[in-house]
Structure formats: C-alpha cells, structure tokens
C-alpha cells in the first residue's frame, strides 16, 4: 500500500478514536483531521473542496433556519399541550402521543430539531403529572431515529445519501422506507406501552390539571406562525417536486428559508442564523474532506473491491452485509461519520460491476438511521436528549438506554431484513 494511503488511513483512524472518546469536541476534532489531509499533501485544497457536498450543507442551513424562526412562534409546544389533553392527561396515553409526534416531525422537520423541540415540553408535562420522564425521553429518543428513518430530510444519514445518489428523490425515500418505518412503529408501540406503563402511574387529580392547561396562550405570535406555514408548506411542496423542477434539495430549503426571511423582515434575520447549528455544519465539512483523502489514495475502493469479493457481489448476501454492519456500526460509532465512509464505498462498488445499487442505499440508510437506536452514542439525538436530560436533574446513563435501546434496534432491523428480502432481491 502506498505511504500516502498509509497516512490518510492513520489519520482517519487517530480522528476517529478522537470522535468516538468525545474528549473533544467532534466538531474541531474532524476539521483538525480534514485540514491534516490538505497540509499533508495527501489531498489539495481544491480537490477537498469538490469532495465537500455543499447540497447536504445546505440543506441542513435551510431547515434549521425554518424550524428555528417557527419554534419562536410556540406552534411546537401548542401541538403537545393538544396532544396530552387528548389523551385526557393518562400518562400511558400522553407517552405514545408524544412519541408520534416526535416520529412526525422527525420526518419532516429532522430528527435533531425535533428532539430540541420537545424535551422542554416533555419536562413539562411530566412535572405537572409528577411522573418520572425517562421512559418519556427514551421513547422519544427510539421515535426520532424511526421518524428519520422515513424521509430525504429526518435524518443526517439519509440527507447526505439523498445527496450524493441523484437519482434518488424525496419522493423514493418515502415510498421506499417510510412504509417499513411506520411497520416499525406500529411494532414498537405495544412494546412501549408493555415496558414503561408501570413507571408512569399518577392520581386523577394531576391528570386533571393537564386538562385545565390552556394551550392557546402558548401561540405567542399568530402573524409570524402564518408565515412560518406559507414557507414550511411551499418547502415541503418543493421536496415533493424538486425532481419535476430539476432543482435540487438544498436549493428548495434555501429558497423555503429566505422566503420566509423576506416575509418575516430583516430584524429577524441575526436571531434565525444564530439558531443554525454551525457546529454541526462545519463536523459535516471536516468530514467530507477526512473521507476524501481515503477516496483519492484508493482506500475505499480496495475496500469495496474486498466487499464484493466477500459476498460475490451476490444482491442479498451485499445489501444484508450493509444493512447489519451499518447498524451495529451506527449503535456504537456516530452514525454520521460511519456513512460518509460507506457512500463512496457503494459508489465503487458500482464501478466494479455491481448493476443494481438501490437496495443497498436502502440497506445503508435502514442500518445507519435504525441503528442509531442501539445506544446513548448512536446518534446526534440521542446525545443531546441526555444532554437536557441532565441539566434537568435527569441524566441517562449509557446503560440504562442500552437496555432499552440495543433489543428494540436488533428488532427493527430483523424486520429491515424482511422488507429488504421480500420487496428488493426475490
């Protein structure tokens, strides 16, 4: 092997040691190792720039952008107050409802954003019943990544395929896996009601004052909520028919963004870009440039050549090996950095005579998105669940979630077998 391919994996190896111990802040962690490849030589400036996807950046900008200006308005608080009154306050009830709506908006809005939304509300809710919250925020935490699972934009992982696999649209992630994410769900809730109904018993009187909340008040500003659903409805729209238009997926949430900027006037507009996660961007461009010195030293196609080599490039034997090594991946390492790994490396495979790439896009975002369940470290939610959770008095413990979590992820993804089995390669 070559000394500049030696190098890019010791780096990429030492970075990813660093990601995974979280000494460290990813964040610089992966732009230290990205600047590393161009100082090194082992990639120039320009060619780690071409390897960094500015579609999936933006995106990511877009959304945050959207949802941040909408949460200031309180819709999101409004929809769980609803919600739990529906449920007429039963704490079982309450726990399934806030799971759909976490599983909801997961798929549309992205799984971190909505976690952020509803943890607060979550901590509300169950101060009023007088219950403990960690069975509320563990359900949670499964529905985000389920809910992610289902669409181009619910997930991290499925963003950047949806990204680097052009022919594949919004529309293909949702006839493709939102079916199997909704089978998952409907699975999972039984489970959730079996498990945690005991933990979350309360009195009658402390349902009735979930019933007296009066959820109108937290609609804090109904012009701004109006415009916030003209621009998220004409984005949603977009994805929709962003194939049709031939406009890529970045380009209809930037344009969603700046729509409701416009309509919402410039005093805004400081506040909604400090509400993107820039953390979050530039991890994503450290990344790209990291994998792209493994993409030009040949790393990844010697890795793909040896895949294909293990499974004969036979469709099911190579879209199971991706579905479970994504998924037990994705339990332990950061499901983000696993797939940015993986993409060119089914690219290659393509390459290398492997005709039909569909179900192992499929496998690679079933594994990486439902393996993100596996435990506390699997994935961006995940993390910052625990996150609230603690400064809440509430903190998660690593094993208290793999109890919960590693079972209920190896179910999800017997069942991503099944499906992948049964509606791709027979």
């Given at each position: 092997?070559?000394q500049?391919a030696?190098?890019?994996?010791g780096?990429?190896l030492?970075?990813?040691?660093f ?8 964040t610089?962690?992966?732009?230290i190792g990205?600047v590393?490849?161009v100082v ?11 390897h960094?996807d500015f ?5 990511l900008v ?6 941040g200006?909408?949460?200031e308005t309180g819709?999101f608080k409004?929809i769980a107050v609803v919600a ?10 309450i ?7 976490t599983a909801?908006?997961s798929?549309?809005?992205?799984n971190?954003?909505?976690?952020l939304l ?5 901590f509300s809710?169950t101060?009023q019943?007088r219950v403990?919250?960690m069975?509320?925020?563990i359900?949670?935490i499964i529905a ?5 699972t289902?669409?181009l934009?619910g ?13 594949l649209s919004?529309m293909?992630?949702?006839?493709n896996l939102?079916p ?11 489970i959730f009601i079996l498990?945690f109904r ?8 402390l349902?009735?004052?979930i019933?007296?909340?009066?959820e109108?008040q937290?609609i804090t500003d ?11 409805t004409l984005?949603?729209?977009?994805f ?10 970045a380009t209809?949430?930037l344009?969603g963004?700046?729509?409701l900027l416009l309509?919402t006037?410039?005093?805004i507009?400081?506040?909604?870009f ?6 979050t961007i530039f991890?994503f461009v450290?990344?790209f440039v990291?994998v792209?010195g493994?993409i ?11 895949a294909?080599e ?6 099911i034997a190579t879209s ?7 998924a ?10 696993f ?14 005579g492997v ?15 439902l393996?993100?369940?596996?435990s506390?470290?699997?994935a961006?939610?995940n993390?910052?669940v ?5 400064k ?12 919960y979590g590693?079972p209920?992820?190896?179910l999800?993804?017997?069942l991503s077998?099944i ?5 791709y390669?027979?």
């Amino acid at each position: 092997m070559e000394q500049q391919a030696i190098l890019a994996i010791g780096i990429f190896l030492i970075i990813y040691g660093f990601i995974i111990a979280e000494k460290i802040h990813r964040t610089i962690v992966a732009m230290i190792g990205g600047v590393l490849m161009v100082v090194l030589g082992i990639v120039d400036q320009e060619t780690a720039l071409h390897h960094i996807d500015f579609n999936t950046l933006g995106l990511l900008v877009g959304m945050m952008i959207i949802v941040g200006i909408t949460a200031e308005t309180g819709l999101f608080k409004y929809i769980a107050v609803v919600a739990a009154k529906r449920a007429k306050g039963d704490p079982t009830r309450i726990l399934i409802s806030l799971a759909l709506i976490t599983a909801i908006g997961s798929a549309f809005l992205d799984n971190v954003t909505t976690v952020l939304l509803m943890v607060p509300v979550t901590f509300s809710i169950t101060r009023q019943l007088r219950v403990n919250p960690m069975p509320f925020l563990i359900t949670q935490i499964i529905a985000s990544n389920v809910g992610g699972t289902a669409t181009l934009i619910g997930d991290p992982p499925n963003i950047m395929i949806g990204s680097a696999v052009k022919e594949l649209s919004f529309m293909d992630f949702i006839i493709n896996l939102a079916p199997l994410a909704i089978i998952v769900m409907a699975v999972y809730i039984p489970i959730f009601i079996l498990l945690f109904r005991k933990q979350i018993q309360t009195k009658d009187d402390l349902k009735c004052s979930i019933m007296e909340m009066d959820e109108s008040q937290l609609i804090t500003d109904h012009k701004l909520l109006r415009k916030c659903l003209i621009a998220l409805t004409l984005t949603i729209l977009g994805f929709f028919t962003h194939q049709l238009l031939h406009l890529e997926s970045a380009t209809v949430a930037l344009a969603g963004a700046f729509l409701l900027l416009l309509l919402t006037g410039e005093h805004i507009m400081e506040e909604a870009f400090s509400r993107v996660e820039w953390t979050t961007i530039f991890f994503f461009v450290g990344l790209f440039v990291l994998v792209s010195g493994l993409i030009e030293t040949g790393v990844i196609a010697k890795l793909a050549a040896q895949a294909i080599e293990l499974t004969g490039g036979e469709p099911i034997a190579t879209s199971m090996l991706i579905l479970w090594l994504s998924a037990i991946a994705s339990s332990f390492l950061d499901n983000i950095p696993f797939v940015a790994t993986m993409i060119p490396m089914i690219q290659e495979m393509g390459n290398m005579g492997v005709s039909n790439l569909e179900p192992l896009w499929w496998s690679l975002a079933l594994g990486a998105c439902l393996g993100g369940n596996g435990s506390l470290i699997g994935a961006s939610a995940n993390l910052i669940v625990a996150g609230m959770a603690g400064k809440e008095g509430h903190p998660i413990s690593f094993v208290q979630f793999l109890k919960y979590g590693f079972p209920l992820m190896l179910l999800s993804i017997v069942l991503s077998s099944i499906y992948l089995y049964l509606r791709y390669l027979i």
